[in-house]
């Protein structure tokens, strides 16, 4: 079997959207917290795994509308 690309594991995925000139994450929010769509600013999303040692990239998708 010949698999073409890498290994990705998928942690998580939402929307981005602009609000009042700032980019927005819409998504699930985490395990701690009430199950519940949240939006949330995507840069300071984003922060929190700077640090992190399984967190590596960012994939994007967009809409063909």
Known sequence: VHLIGT???ISHQGLLFWMNGTLMLRHASGPSLP??????????????F???????GVHFMQ???
């Open 7 to 9: 290994r990705q594991n």
């Open 35 to 48: 199950k519940k769509v949240v939006n949330t600013n995507f840069l300071e999303y984003l922060r929190k």
């Open 50 to 56: 700077e640090t992190s040692e399984t967190m590596k």
């Open 63 to 65: 809409l063909g509308l």
